[in-house]
């Protein structure tokens, strides 16, 4: 590996054990083995390359579930089992979805990093949808991510926030579940 990959794997072990905030520069370059120079030659900034390892980690991630689920595509079941999936995650040490909570909460304060990761929305989009639906993801059109899969995302960003903030008190699968429902039957008497 050279410096480039190098600085981003150090970033990644940073991001997941100090997250966005407390990471220095410093830090990466002793995870890294690499020096201060390399960040700017490779990556502009500190906040380019931590948002650059924040992306490729949720490419990384994967939803080893996600091809054991049992309820039918679009139905209740499987967004439920989905979700509570989901909040299993949540509830573990140094949990990905909490860096997100963190990355979201600062994005007024990182345009650049912002900017960055806004690109990753759609794709994110993409794969819920490809998830929820049972669909390969490229088989997802991007007016589907636009819409169901932005959707997804909201959901998603509501629950990483709830369970940042109070994991007490944040929602669990059954309950997104019966709030769903609800909507549906709403729609349905209004019809």
């Not at 998603?156 to 699968?173: C, E, Y």
Request: proline fraction near 3%; aromatic fraction near 6%.
């Amino acid at each position: 590996m050279g410096h480039r990959e190098d600085l981003l794997e150090g970033a990644k072990r940073c991001l997941l054990e100090k997250g966005f905030a407390r990471t220095t520069a410093r830090d990466i370059v002793k995870e890294s083995g690499t020096n201060l120079a390399s960040i700017g030659y490779h990556y502009g900034s500190k906040d380019a390359l931590l948002a650059q390892a924040y992306v490729s980690l949720v490419d990384g991630m994967s939803f080893e579930w996600g091809d054991r689920l049992e309820g039918a595509p679009g139905s209740l079941e499987r967004f439920r089992e989905v979700w509570s999936n989901v909040v299993a995650s949540l509830r573990e040490p140094g949990s990905m979805w909490r860096l997100s909570g963190e990355i979201m909460a600062m994005g007024d304060q990182l345009p650049e990093v912002r900017d960055q990761l806004s690109l990753a929305q759609r794709e994110g989009g993409r794969g819920l949808v490809s998830l929820l639906m049972g669909v390969p993801e490229e088989e997802v059109s991007d007016e589907t991510a636009d819409t169901l899969g932005s959707f997804y995302m909201i959901v998603m960003s509501g629950l990483i926030m709830q369970w940042t903030f109070d994991p007490k008190t944040a929602p669990d699968a059954e309950q997104l579940t019966e709030g769903l429902r609800q909507v549906l039957e709403g729609v349905r008497k209004a019809e």
